[in-house]
């Protein structure tokens, strides 16, 4: 979506907040609750390791989306070149597909977090769940409208980073214990994999750190410098948050006695303290509902503005509902991870081929490059954790 840059909000620290806050309560959205099973199931003991290189990566990636704000938006909004819009086109496309993954992807994590804690959690159960999750949101979408639902991203942020204080409490105040008891820390091993398995299941999770090129598109309420401040300080907020959380919920982990599944979380936290349970379903319900809002919202939006209008935004709101219904009786929730990653990896590389497409430095189109051939990979390769 391409809108008008917005005047003033250079240089406040209240506006860089707000602004902060869209791409942070995108990348928390999910990856808290799944990335510990996921890369614990890949790497084992690695994972902060992998975690780091994980964001590393988006990191180059959110490198990308920041110069495209600062160079390729003031390109097309004048004259651009057929390549640049071409691609540019493109990107919004293969954005509302990954977006309709990733509704898919927020409810059925909410659904698995919400049955686990009921001890419901069977494939069909979740599936069912999360139809009629969708439903509701279509339904007040196509009726009502979803601004009002959208208004609970602060909340759900708030809620979601208060939660992750506390696991990282928890877990810290566990590992303390086990470090000081006599048969010291337990920990766990990693299925055998090999390197082919282990770079494709990896590459899977790009999923949990993507929500920083939200600001792309806040050009109507924010200066490109204020979003630019923002992506790069969502990224750096998120990563020494993700970083710390996986270390202190490694000596956890073999308390699942090598069965890595959605909702694992919930069982790390009960080892940790049965205390933590419940926040933990609360906040996951809350944090995935309001995700799965937030992207419905930008789907349709997207859809309106590359039909040119055609498409109205209730019609557009059925369509990226049903896609998402289709999706979920067809995979599972890790399958859905991986495949969002790949379709949030394809969104990237065409960003990367604006970027290109605009860039006039040597260097920076050989970066830029680089990049493109890691998500071309993820694209191609991404597998969800066996």
């Known amino acids: 979506m391409h809108r008008k840059p917005a005047l003033g909000h250079r240089g406040k620290p209240r506006a860089l907040i707000r602004a902060t806050a869209t791409p942070l309560a995108s990348i928390f959205g999910s990856g808290f609750l799944v990335m510990v099973p996921i890369l614990a199931g890949a790497v084992g003991v690695y994972a902060p390791l992998a975690m780091a290189l994980v964001c590393g990566l988006a990191f180059c990636v959110g490198s990308v989306i920041r110069f495209n704000i600062r160079r390729a938006e003031p390109a097309l909004a004048k004259s651009p070149r057929e390549s640049t819009l071409a691609f540019e086109r493109s990107s919004d496309l293969a954005l509302v597909l990954a977006y309709v993954i990733s509704v ?26 999360t139809t009629a999750v969708i439903v509701f949101i279509v339904a007040i979408g196509v009726t009502r409208g979803l601004a009002s639902l959208a208004a609970l991203e602060g909340l759900a942020l708030l809620v979601t980073l208060v939660i992750i204080v506390l696991l990282i409490g928890g877990f810290a105040l566990y590992d303390l214990h086990a470090w000081q008891a006599p048969a010291g820390i337990t920990l766990f091993k990693a299925k055998p994999h090999s390197l082919w398995e282990i770079l494709t299941i990896v590459a899977g999770t790009l999923i949990v750190v993507q929500g920083f090129e939200t600001t792309r598109y806040l050009g109507d309420r924010f200066h490109a410098d204020t979003r630019i401040r923002a992506s790069r300080w969502s990224q750096f907020i998120s990563t020494g948050v993700y970083l710390i959380f996986i270390a202190v919920a490694l000596p956890l982990v073999h308390t699942l006695n090598g069965k890595y599944d959605d909702n694992s979380l919930i069982h790390l936290a009960a080892a940790a303290s049965p205390f933590l349970v419940a926040p933990l379903v609360i906040a996951a ?102």
């Open 104 to 129: 898919c992807l927020y409810l059925h994590i909410l659904s698995a977090f919400v049955l686990g804690s009921l001890h419901r959690d069977t494939g069909f159960n979740e599936d069912l769940l």
């Open 285 to 386: 319900a809350m944090s995935q509902f309001s995700a799965a809002v937030a992207d419905t919202l930008a789907a349709t939006g997207n859809l309106e503005e590359v039909t040119h209008h055609q498409l109205k935004l209730r019609f557009a709101t059925v369509l990226v509902g049903a896609g998402a219904i289709a999706l979920t009786w067809t995979a599972d929730t890790l399958e859905i991870v991986a495949l969002a990653s790949r379709a949030f990896a394809f969104y990237y590389l065409l960003q990367c081929l604006v970027a290109i497409s605009v860039c006039e430095s040597p260097g920076q189109r050989g970066f830029f490059c680089l990049v493109a051939a890691a998500l071309a990979f993820i694209t191609a390769f991404a597998v969800p954790v066996s």
